[in-house]
């Protein structure tokens, strides 16, 4: 008798196990949805294992070094937790709808540096017709007055154009190697600082750090293990340098809102904010809700952007076009008059 009831609970606990293995997989299943592509094969990998049975420990000790590094870091600490799946999913979540705000800014910014290295393209072009592929030292040969000043001016005109481009072109060949080849947190230690999208980038990794906090001490961590935590989980991403320093910060003794209010991501606008988080009973609460405010603190900013952008747009790409073609006009027209004047000698002397 005692060993049938032994072997109905283990059927039980088993079944409970399973069923357990089976929500977690259903979990990771969402999470793919919303993961970044990269990420979609493993955790497609992970739910499969464990509809199989098999235990998330298991089957992430077993792929660990087939994932990318911030996903596995991601997952080595949601294996400590008590609902890991839920983690993974609220996790993605945050990071996806992140990721689309930083889509909507950047969105704002590539099309005006398109229609400015456009614009310079076409200067350089015209400056480049005008100087190498027309021949203009025959308008030093007439001895008028003032032809050495306007070939002068359309050299320096020339120089002056493709100056910007080189500037330009060398800017864009920075960033694009601190993106590729930086290490992850050079991206935002740069692009925090640039006018307009530096600011509502710095809310956005903010609001990630906060997100990132509620949910380990939502499942049970304290304050001090939720900042070891956190900083393990971003550990591979660009806010390993941020996450690191708070950490630090709270293992010293140091309040959260203290901590986070002197990272390098804080700024005038959230420090008030921040430091009003130790002033909360349910820190909970008062993460989720600061990372709200985060949230529609940047889509205000998007907002703003999306109305200023067109007009410094137009002036920018207008200060451009202005400045390489208005030379070239106020250079030819003294010869354009001296074609005309000579034109109209030519008539005359044909008449008498």
Not at 83 to 107: H, Y
Not at 257 to 279: E, K, N, T, V, Y
Request: glycine share 6%.
């Amino acid at each position: 008798m005692s060993s049938l009831t032994t072997n109905v609970v283990d059927a039980e606990i088993l079944q409970e196990v399973s069923a357990r293995h089976l929500v977690d997989a259903l979990k990771l299943r969402l999470a793919v949805q919303v993961a970044p592509v990269k990420w979609q094969a493993p955790l497609s990998q992970l739910a499969d294992a464990m509809e199989q049975g098999k235990a998330l420990e298991e089957v992430v000790q077993s792929g660990a070094s087939r994932m990318p590094k911030e996903l596995k870091c991601l997952v080595q600490e949601s294996i400590k937790l008590p609902e890991p799946g839920q983690f993974l999913v609220e996790c993605l979540k945050a990071r996806d709808e992140i990721r689309s705000s930083w889509r909507d800014l950047a969105r704002l910014c590539i099309y005006p540096v398109c229609l400015l290295v456009f614009s310079l393209l076409v200067g350089v072009g015209f400056s480049f017709c005008i100087n190498y592929m027309i021949d203009t030292t025959w308008i030093e040969d007439f001895g008028l007055a003032g032809v050495e000043s306007t070939v002068e001016a359309l050299r320096d005109q020339h120089h002056a154009m493709i100056s910007m481009a080189l500037i330009l072109g060398w800017v864009g060949l920075l960033l694009l190697t601190i993106y590729f080849v930086g290490p992850p947190w050079a991206w935002v230690a740069v692009m925090g600082g640039v006018m307009l999208v530096g600011k509502p980038l710095r809310w956005l990794h903010m609001r990630e750090i906060l997100h990132r906090y509620y949910l380990f001490i939502y499942q049970g961590l304290s304050l001090p293990e939720a900042s070891t935590a956190v900083s393990r989980s971003f550990s591979a991403s660009s806010q390993a340098v941020v996450t690191r320093k708070i950490s630090e910060r709270i293992e010293a003794g140091t309040t959260l809102g203290h901590a986070l209010a002197s990272s390098l991501l804080s700024d005038g606008i959230l420090r008030p904010i921040l430091f009003m988080m130790d002033q909360r009973q349910d820190l909970t609460s008062a993460l989720r809700e600061n990372a709200q405010l985060l949230g529609w603190l940047v889509d205000r900013r998007c907002r703003g952007l999306s109305a200023m952008v067109p007009v410094f747009m137009l002036l920018g790409v207008g200060a451009v076009v202005w400045s390489a073609l208005t030379v070239y006009f106020l250079g030819l027209s003294p010869l354009i008059t001296m074609i005309s004047m000579l034109a109209t000698w030519e008539m005359q002397w044909v008449i008498f």
